[in-house]
């Protein structure tokens, strides 16, 4: 019986796929270097602004119902800031970031600084850490109607996305 065998079975040398292997490594390392550098970022900059808001919640839940703190981001400015009682452009608080965030001294963090970009919002808490939308006093004040979604992307870019949400009625911030 006779096998079959193709009549040029030089095929590829060692050296040719090896060169290929190269080159496809060469191009991957590129990409995934590229679009790295904006992920990195952008989750950093993202768990650094969960914890800002954070941060208000727990100081309006340890200020005993005498206040409430909140976390407002300006899209005149681009910037955003911790604040203590009713009036958000009031009373602004130093939050704890790199002092390179905030290059005009007014305890306002530049999100261009940060390289990152978002709409903007004002959320407020109580004392039990509830999030509102507005609030004027104890009687006078919006809850928030749905969970209060915070889009972050690199700064003059569409995507990647980062999303923090902070949750109607109870305020968690996943």
């Known amino acids: ?9 030089d095929g590829y040398t060692f050296v ?3 060169i290929v292997m190269v080159i496809i490594a ?3 390392a590129v990409i995934i270097t590229r679009s790295s550098d904006l992920s990195t970022g952008l989750v950093s900059q993202s768990e650094i602004m969960k914890t800002h808001i954070r941060y208000a919640q727990t100081l309006a839940m340890s200020a005993g119902g005498s206040d409430v703190y909140g976390i407002k981001c300006s899209a005149d ?3 955003y800031w911790l604040f203590q009682g009713s009036n958000p452009d009031g009373n602004i ?3 704890t970031d790199d ?4 290059t005009d001294g007014d305890d306002k963090l530049e999100l261009a600084s940060k390289k990152i970009q978002t709409s903007a919002f004002t959320v407020y808490f109580d004392e039990r850490g509830i999030p509102y939308s507005a609030y004027t006093d104890k009687s006078t004040n919006t809850p928030l109607t749905s969970d209060l979604a915070i889009v972050l992307t690199p700064a003059g870019e569409a995507s990647p996305t ?3 949400t902070v949750t109607e ?3 968690f911030i996943p």
């Open 1 to 9: 019986m006779k096998v079959c065998q193709p009549e040029n079975s």
């Open 169 to 171: 009625l109870t305020g």
């Open 77 to 79: 400015t681009d910037e």
């Open 99 to 102: 002092p390179s965030y905030d």
């Open 162 to 164: 980062q999303t923090i």
């Open 93 to 95: 608080i130093q939050l």
């Open 26 to 28: 060469i191009v991957s």
């Open 16 to 18: 040719e796929v090896l």
